[in-house]
């Protein structure tokens, strides 16, 4: 692989990385959220990055070492956990693109005013559209980092434009006011679980970026990836918290409720509201292609043979179900995005804990490389840390669904 190409292939995969991590559900998450618990919202945002930083080093790194997807590698570690690993993800991803494409919807209803079943199908259609195209590739890599970089650039503005309250911000954000573990696991889920967990790690494979040689290199893209990632998301919370913090009233019942977009327009009124349809489209519709792409990925593991076009169908069909599902089911789009980050926060530390496993007691997968000491530290501590955030957000997470 060229320097050229190798440079494409990491940056397209720190912007799907990027962008599926701060779709639709953490940018409705950080609203709701943040106008609950107000500064004390940032621990929660610091804990999401540091339990990203181990998630995404350890994972890239197995996954690129070993030259494996995430399904095919968990069977190799423990024969059949790959079988339930990949089920578990397509499922989450099917239920987290219900919640994109309805991000999609809720972002072009703030921008021109549209129907958010309408806005949804239409975006629907486009994602569709890009992966039947001959340069399916080619047009996700550009597209993503596109969207990426315009998300970036109007959430910082608006950001400046509320004035929030930094100081207090900062301090919270390692003394909070108020711990709460189900929303923890919530914006875990929404950043890093699921589907997301792998987003790069598997752009990164069907690139060629993998093996020792390009260790370094995989390393530096995660890296870059989570503090771009890191960066956005506080951006985001100072954004709406400057809102709540001027004692404005935002809506966050979920009851046809858009808690992200009030946020948005009282911080710069009209002009603040279509920009915030434009980065909700941008994150959501970035997000169908990453989620779809992502859980499509795992299909190989029950058929090993299947082809780049047969893959690109398959993709298609995964949109249109999510489509389907999306029209047909009644709760609201911002509830079943919260409801999506947290279920994929269920699914996070199974998936973390076999790919531990196997850097632990499985060099001989690896080619017999020494897998770092600290990493695997961290890695054991990451799935202690998410088991038990998940078994005390279990209830309040399903309990969104009868809200």
């Known amino acids: 692989m060229s320097v050229k190409s190798r440079r494409a292939a990491l940056t397209a995969a720190i912007f799907l990385m990027a962008t599926s991590a701060i779709g639709p559900g953490f940018i409705t998450q950080t609203a709701t959220f943040t106008t609950k618990l107000g500064a004390a919202f940032a621990f929660a945002i610091l804990s999401s990055i540091v339990i990203d930083f181990v998630v995404q080093l350890n994972i890239w790194r197995i996954v690129t070492l070993t030259r494996m997807r995430a399904s095919d590698l968990a069977n190799a570690a423990i024969p059949g956990s790959g079988y339930l690993l990949a089920i578990l993800v397509i499922v989450g991803g099917l239920f987290f693109n219900i919640g994109n494409i309805g991000g999609t919807g809720l972002g072009i209803n703030a921008m021109v005013g549209l129907d958010p079943k309408i806005g949804g199908a239409i975006s629907a259609v486009l994602s569709i559209g890009i992966f039947l195209s001959k340069r399916a590739g080619m047009a996700i890599d550009r597209f993503i980092i596109f969207a990426g970089i315009l998300m970036i650039a109007l959430t910082l503005y608006v950001a400046i434009a509320s004035g929030p309250p930094v100081g207090e911000a900062l301090f919270q954000t390692f003394l909070p006011a108020t711990i709460d573990f189900a929303t923890i696991t919530t914006i875990v889920g929404g950043t890093v679980g699921g589907y997301i967990t792998y987003s790069g790690a598997h752009r990164l494979l069907d690139k060629g970026t993998v093996g020792i040689e390009n260790l370094s290199a995989v390393n530096r893209a995660a890296l870059t990836g989570i503090a771009v990632t890191g960066v956005m998301r506080y951006v985001l919370f100072l954004a709406v918290l400057g809102v709540v913090a001027s004692g404005a009233v935002i809506d966050v019942s979920g009851k046809g409720a858009n808690p992200a977009a009030q946020a948005f327009q009282a911080a710069a009124g009209d002009v603040g509201m279509r920009i915030f349809g434009i980065i909700l489209w941008a994150a959501a519709i970035t997000s169908v292609i990453g989620a779809a792409y992502t859980s499509v990925s795992f299909l190989t593991i029950f058929k090993q043979d299947i082809s780049e076009r047969a893959r690109n169908i398959a993709t298609v069909i995964f949109i249109a179900v999510s489509l389907f599902f999306y029209v047909i089911i009644t709760t609201p789009p911002a509830q079943m995005l919260v409801f999506v980050g947290g279920l994929n926060g269920l ?38 840390l998410t088991w038990y955030m998940g078994y005390k957000s279990i209830g309040p997470i399903f309990a969104l669904l009868s809200a």
Not at 353 to 370: K, N
């Open 347 to 384: 699914i996070l530390p199974i998936g973390l804990s076999i790919f531990i496993y196997a850097a632990w007691a499985r060099s001989d997968l690896m080619g017999g490389y020494r897998y770092p000491r600290w990493l695997l530290v961290l890695g054991v501590l990451a799935c202690a």
